[in-house]
């Protein structure tokens, strides 16, 4: 359904070009869910962005790549062209519930005029739909809220009212940007079990955006992680998070604290800060925060390369460096424990 090939997306800034995605390379197939994970500034947003051609233009550009939606390349497509895939055929949850509604307009008048940008009836019909796209996506009486400003919503059903508006143009491919975002955990679970229900009655596809791995392992199949602008390991879940052989990714899942981790066993995050993407340093770009960095990893950019049927990873250590290196850490933490 969705295929990206080599993609550059470019923000020219007073202090030079900023590399915000930098050579990425993926595919999304029809009902499937893909993850994609890293920290703050790793390039997530920009790279969902680019997808939906959402970007400001200027100061952004893409020098190179494609992405290709059922063979037709977004980047080719005119404003007219876009405004006719955006909602209809690809939907976005957006990051912050509060700021994507407008707030002097009633819900139901802007998940109204949402279906009747997408689709071609009238607006009784519409109001009809919208009353049931609420209550699809779990809001108790569903034709009274349609009269309610969005600051008389909690955050979890704002966020509800966001994944009902994606669905008015009943897209094949659904990008959900940080959906949990500041919301507990108890919404949390309920917004992934509303997505889930989603994906199985329309069977649509959905490209998932998180920092929280726990929220990844849950939803996707295959999970892309990224760093500074670039994909540094994908493969499917368990090649994450059960085999992962990419320093950064073990960083990541290092910091989180797990149920059946040793007992006192302490959670270290990443030192550091990520590179400055206008002057990313020489060599890996994770090379100054990596725990395992050799003499090597100074001078060598290390490109995605395959390690085992479905699982790519960038980065020079063989899997049996990696291993042993893995381990030597992971003893010294626990005697640093004891």
Same mark, same amino acid.
């Given at each position: 359904m969705l295929e990206v090939k080599n993609l550059k997306t470019q923000i020219d800034t007073n202090e030079g070009i900023v590399q915000a995605v930098d050579g990425v390379s993926?595919?999304?197939?029809?009902?499937?869910?893909?993850?994609?994970?890293?920290?703050?500034?790793?390039?997530?947003?920009?790279?969902?962005?680019? &997808?939906?051609?959402?970007?400001?233009?200027?100061?952004?550009?893409?020098?190179?790549?494609?992405?290709?939606?059922?063979?037709?390349?977004?980047?080719?497509?005119?404003?007219?062209? =876009?405004?006719?895939?955006?909602?209809?055929?690809?939907?976005? &949850?957006?990051?912050?519930?509060?700021?994507?509604?407008?707030?002097?307009?009633?819900?139901?008048?802007? =998940?109204?005029?949402? &279906? =009747?940008?997408?689709?071609?009836?009238?607006?009784?019909?519409?109001?009809?739909?919208?009353?049931?796209?609420?209550?699809?996506?779990? &809001?108790?009486?569903?034709?009274?809220?349609?009269?309610?400003?969005?600051?008389?919503?909690?955050?979890?059903?704002?966020?509800?009212?966001?994944?009902?508006?994606?669905?008015?143009?009943?897209?094949?491919?659904?990008i959900a940007d940080e959906p949990t975002t500041a919301l507990d955990v108890t919404i949390q679970a309920q917004i992934l079990e509303l997505m889930k229900g989603i994906q199985k009655k329309y069977g649509t596809a959905i490209i998932l955006i998180s920092h929280d791995l726990g929220v990844i392992s849950q939803m996707a199949e295959k999970v892309l992680v990224m760093y500074s602008g670039r994909i540094v390991e994908k493969g499917s879940v368990n090649d994450i998070f059960y085999r992962t052989s990419m320093p950064y990714t073990w960083s990541l899942l290092r910091s989180l604290p797990r149920l059946d981790g040793v007992e006192h066993e302490r959670l270290i995050s990443i030192e550091g800060q990520p590179p400055n993407l206008v002057s990313p340093p020489k060599g890996c770009n994770f090379h100054p925060r990596c725990p395992f960095a050799t003499e090597k990893c100074l001078e060598i950019d290390p490109e995605l390369m395959p390690r085992k049927e479905g699982h790519w990873v960038a980065c020079i250590l063989t899997e049996q460096e990696f291993e042993a290196e893995k381990q030597r850490l992971e003893s010294a933490d626990r005697e640093e424990v004891l």
């Open positions: 993926f595919t999304v197939r029809a009902g499937e869910t893909l993850g994609i994970v890293g920290e703050s500034g790793s390039g997530k947003s920009v790279l969902a962005n680019s &997808i939906m051609q959402l970007n400001p233009n200027p100061p952004t550009f893409y020098p190179e790549g494609e992405i290709l939606f059922e063979g037709s390349n977004l980047l080719k497509l005119s404003e007219k062209q =876009l405004r006719k895939i955006r909602g209809n055929e690809i939907g976005m &949850i957006f990051q912050d519930p509060m700021s994507s509604l407008n707030p002097v307009f009633k819900v139901g008048a802007q =998940l109204v005029e949402a &279906i =009747l940008t997408h689709q071609k009836m009238s607006r009784k019909d519409a109001k009809a739909l919208a009353i049931e796209l609420l209550k699809d996506v779990g &809001i108790p009486d569903a034709e009274r809220r349609m009269d309610d400003y969005p600051h008389h919503f909690s955050g979890g059903m704002r966020q509800r009212v966001l994944i009902a508006i994606a669905l008015a143009g009943n897209p094949k491919l659904l």
